[in-house]
Structures are given as structure tokens and as C-alpha cells.
């Protein structure tokens, strides 16, 4: 039993589904980190707020610690946030588009075989 022969033109559909494939894997796994992120500036914001704003705490970067307000540190984790905030948001529309992209040529696909 011989298998049927693609076509170039099917080649390049497969390949080009197997590329938004991966890409939409990347894409899921960076959205479960910056998802992880989320939750830390969430907590670390909920530990601050039971602070005195006057009290001295430290804030790292990187290998290093810098001593701080908590005022300073609310800020810093806010624009944290709202960069997170962002960046989840375009993912997620990223994700939507490839997930129907997805399935768009997935049916393309199945309907030629």
C-alpha cells in the first residue's frame, strides 16, 4: 500500500502549522511565567502593606540588596505589575489569534488529505 504524496503546496502547509505550533507553546510557557511573576508582585505588595511606610526593608537586584523605603518598593512592584499587566495582555491576544490560526489551517489540512 502506497501513501499518498503531499504536494509542495501541502508541504508548506504543514510546516507552516508546525511553526504557529511551536510558537504557540512558547507563548504558553511565557505566559505561565509572567503569570508566576504576577502572583510574586501580588504577595510581595501584600507584605508591604502591612508595613510601616517608614520602616527600612531591602529590595534586591540581582545579586544585590539595596536598603529602602516601602513607600519606594510599592512603587517599584506597582510599575512591576503594570508592565506584567501588559505584557499578559498582549500574550493572551497573541495566543487567541494562534490558536485560531491553529485550527484554521488544521481544518485546511484534514480537508485536503
Known amino acids: 500500500m502506497t501513501?499518498?504524496?503531499?504536494?509542495?503546496e501541502q508541504q508548506e502547509e504543514l510546516q507552516r502549522f508546525?511553526?504557529?505550533v511551536q510558537e504557540l507553546e512558547i507563548i504558553r510557557v511565557n505566559l505561565q511565567q509572567f503569570e508566576l511573576e504576577k502572583r510574586d508582585i501580588a504577595s510581595a505588595l501584600k507584605e508591604t502593606k502591612e508595613l510601616d511606610p517608614s520602616e527600612v526593608i531591602y529590595r534586591s537586584a540581582?545579586?544585590?540588596l539595596f536598603q529602602t523605603n516601602v513607600e519606594d518598593v510599592n512603587k517599584h512592584l506597582k510599575e512591576q505589575q503594570e508592565k506584567v499587566e501588559v505584557r499578559l495582555s498582549?500574550?493572551?491576544n497573541r495566543e487567541k489569534k494562534l490558536v485560531?490560526?491553529?485550527?484554521?489551517?488544521q481544518e485546511k489540512l484534514i480537508g485536503k488529505k
Do not use: A, D, H, I
Not at 501513501?3 to 509542495?8: A, E, V
Not at 485560531?100 to 489551517?105: A, F, G, P, Q, R
Open 3 to 8: 501513501t499518498p504524496q503531499m504536494t509542495p
Open 18 to 20: 508546525n511553526q504557529l
Open 62 to 64: 540581582g545579586r544585590l
Open 90 to 92: 498582549s500574550l493572551t
Open 100 to 105: 485560531s490560526s491553529v485550527k484554521e489551517l
